[in-house]
């Protein structure tokens, strides 16, 4: 197993830098494909983005922290904020794409994207912040 | 951060926004400022080409859904164009934007259809 680590203040301009240290640790491992590679870059930048939006609302000086675990068979990441605590439970559905109404919400896609892209996806709350782990499986079909 | 970048050009009816880079909570408000200020100078039909994106996240979809939204709400239409073999596309069949938004694979494409 490896395993890698980041600390990031929390601010926009360090997302890309996120996507490229997670996107580049998890391509060492030799069974991930490029499609898995593509989600989890999306999903790391969703819950970085999420994150760091927790840490402006609340004020927050604090650094955001990630980790990357590769094994045999799943990579898993887990990105930690010191936001005031995220409930998934109080999602507010947004009317399906298809709705015209839709159009009024620009916003609302990337937890169903997380969700759909990972093959885990936990969002664990807290009164000091937010952890949320995602992992892919990787291991090769047999 | 790499800030993106834009080329504006016009063919015919059409005007045609060109970006390259990556729209994310940290650029995509770049864009939006842009197809806000093209909607106000009265442009009817705009083309986002999207080929050189090499990243979406939800908030870049979240701007392209408000464009599609500024431009119908001024009887306009947006077209955008991207690769159908890249994750982008992905993206767009994973959300369902696929089915709301009218894609092409190439300029010329997107400013030659009559279809619509």
Same mark, same amino acid.
């Given at each position: 197993?490896?395993?890698?680590?980041?600390?990031?203040?929390?601010?926009?301009?360090?997302?890309?830098?996120?996507?490229?240290?997670?996107?580049?640790?998890?391509?060492?491992?030799?069974?991930?494909?490029?499609?898995?590679?593509?989600?989890?870059?999306?999903?790391?930048?969703?819950?970085?983005?999420?994150?760091?939006?927790?840490?402006?609302?609340?004020?927050?000086?604090?650094?955001?922290?990630?980790?990357?675990?590769?094994?045999?068979?799943?990579?898993?990441?887990?990105?930690?904020?010191?936001?005031?605590?995220?409930?998934?439970?109080?999602?507010?559905?947004?009317?399906?794409?298809?709705?015209?109404?839709?159009?009024?919400?620009?916003?609302?896609?990337?937890?169903?994207?997380?969700?759909?892209?990972?093959? #885990?996806? #936990?969002?664990?709350?807290?009164?000091?912040?937010?952890?949320?782990?995602?992992?892919?499986?990787?291991?090769?079909?047999? | 951060?790499?800030?993106?970048?834009?080329?504006?050009?016009?063919?015919?009816?059409?005007?045609?926004?060109?970006?390259?880079?990556?729209?994310?909570?940290?650029?995509?408000?770049?864009?939006?400022?842009?197809?806000?200020?093209?909607?106000?100078?009265?442009?009817?039909?705009?083309?986002?080409?999207?080929?050189?994106?090499?990243?979406?996240?939800?908030?870049?979809?979240?701007?392209?859904?408000?464009?599609?939204?500024?431009?119908?709400?001024?009887?306009?239409?947006?077209?955008?164009?991207?690769?159908?073999?890249?994750?982008?596309?992905?993206?767009?069949?994973?959300?369902?934007?696929?089915?709301?938004?009218?894609?092409?694979?190439?300029?010329?494409?997107?400013?030659?259809?009559?279809?619509?």
């Amino acid at each position: 197993m490896s395993n890698i680590e980041l600390r990031i203040p929390a601010r926009v301009e360090y997302l890309a830098l996120v996507r490229s240290v997670i996107s580049t640790a998890a391509g060492m491992d030799p069974h991930i494909t490029p499609e898995r590679l593509d989600d989890l870059r999306l999903a790391v930048s969703e819950a970085t983005t999420n994150a760091i939006e927790a840490h402006a609302r609340a004020e927050s000086e604090a650094q955001i922290g990630l980790s990357c675990q590769l094994d045999e068979e799943h990579v898993a990441v887990e990105i930690r904020d010191r936001g005031t605590g995220f409930d998934p439970g109080k999602l507010v559905p947004h009317p399906p794409v298809t709705d015209p109404e839709r159009l009024e919400f620009e916003r609302g896609l990337g937890i169903p994207l997380m969700r759909r892209l990972m093959d #885990e996806h #936990e969002i664990h709350p807290s009164a000091d912040g937010t952890a949320v782990r995602m992992v892919i499986y990787t291991a090769p079909a047999t | 951060m790499i800030q993106p970048s834009f080329s504006y050009s016009e063919d015919g009816a059409w005007s045609i926004l060109r970006v390259h880079g990556e729209l994310d909570i940290a650029t995509a408000p770049l864009l939006r400022q842009r197809v806000i200020a093209i909607v106000s100078s009265g442009v009817m039909r705009l083309v986002l080409d999207l080929t050189d994106v090499d990243f979406i996240d939800s908030t870049g979809l979240g701007v392209l859904i408000g464009a599609l939204k500024r431009f119908r709400t001024n009887d306009g239409q947006l077209r955008l164009v991207m690769d159908k073999e890249s994750s982008r596309w992905r993206l767009f069949e994973t959300t369902g934007l696929d089915t709301i938004f009218e894609v092409y694979e190439s300029v010329e494409d997107a400013v030659t259809d009559t279809s619509s």
